[in-house]
């Protein structure tokens, strides 16, 4: 069992916890994620491990109610506990490979949609960590949907939040801060890190591209299973197949197919439209190790 330490609402609908997962904390980097499973047969559930705490043995865990696995989750409190952490899954940020003193040379900008706040602040507070300040942009549809923006600020060399409806800091979409801090504000950026929606993820690669600014996009967002095996995170990038879960899931954004994985999320929400996948994708339906034949 795993204690469940803390237990907060951020905003409606979005929960944070930390979790007492000593193996997982002494390990994991930013980037990763683990499954929990609130009891023996219980759902699954992928989510990215937003902070963690080495010396006390804990993670933080941030996740939105979208089903039943996850508003199950909602109900537990300080005190209860999941049935098991699986742990650390998936690559770290290819951040955390690179030598400090590339890493010093470069001008990061990380873009955040939503609960994509939580995956980009562990990597914001390791560079910070490093002695490297990046840019951050955070965005909401409006002020009362903003999560983790004081921890954000405290690690974050710029911290600008946009929300869809103006209801506070900058007014509009991600990508127009984007598009302003460039070209109208003289910002240069050698690599942008962008984490939310498919859909948001979808338009500021194709800024970017604009821009000529590589991006790294994760996929976590379509990820269900966490193992390869049920075929959900397929995407292809590059023109190969590729699975969030075991190959990402950070990738070259200018590479990914949104338009095709944005479709095949919604056909796989029905049992038929799994069973119309697996026939049409026969041996790359899933990905096991991630990279069967």
């Not at 602040?121 to 923006?149: F, S």
């Not at 060399?157 to 929300?163: E, I």
């Amino acid at each position: 069992m795993y204690p469940i330490l803390r237990a907060t609402e951020l905003t409606t609908n979005i929960f944070l916890m930390d979790v007492k997962a000593k193996r997982v904390a002494d390990a994991c980097l930013p980037g990763q994620f683990v499954i929990v499973r609130t009891h023996e047969d219980g759902e699954r559930i992928p989510l990215t491990i937003c902070d963690y705490d080495r010396e006390a043995g804990t993670i933080t865990i941030v996740f939105q109610i979208v089903g039943a696995g996850t508003f199950e989750m909602a109900k537990l409190k300080a005190g209860d506990a999941f049935h098991d952490v699986v742990g650390p899954l998936g690559q770290p940020s290819e951040l955390t490979g690179e030598p400090k003193e590339e890493l010093m040379k470069k001008r990061i900008l990380f873009v955040a949609g939503g609960v994509g706040t939580a995956p980009v602040y562990p990597q914001v507070k390791w560079l910070k960590e490093q002695g490297v300040d990046a840019d951050v942009i955070v965005g909401a549809k409006t002020k009362d949907l903003l999560i983790l923006e004081e921890e954000m600020k405290a690690v974050a060399g710029n911290l600008y939040v946009t929300t869809d409806d103006g209801s506070y800091g900058r007014s509009g979409m991600v990508t127009k801060t984007i598009q302003d801090l460039v070209e109208q504000e003289g910002k240069q950026y050698d690599v942008c890190i962008a984490i939310g929606p498919m859909i948001m993820m979808k338009f500021v690669c194709k800024l970017t591209k604009e821009l000529s600014i590589p991006t790294v996009v994760s996929l976590n967002p379509i990820m269900v299973d966490g193992t390869g095996m049920c075929g959900a995170c397929r995407v292809t990038v590059g023109g190969e197949v590729k699975f969030a879960c075991v190959d990402g899931p950070e990738f070259d954004g200018h590479l990914v197919n949104f338009d095709e994985a944005m479709q095949r999320q919604q056909i796989y929400k029905t049992e038929e439209g799994r069973t119309f996948l697996a026939a049409k994708e026969g041996a790359t339906h899933h990905g096991g190790c991630g990279h069967c034949n």
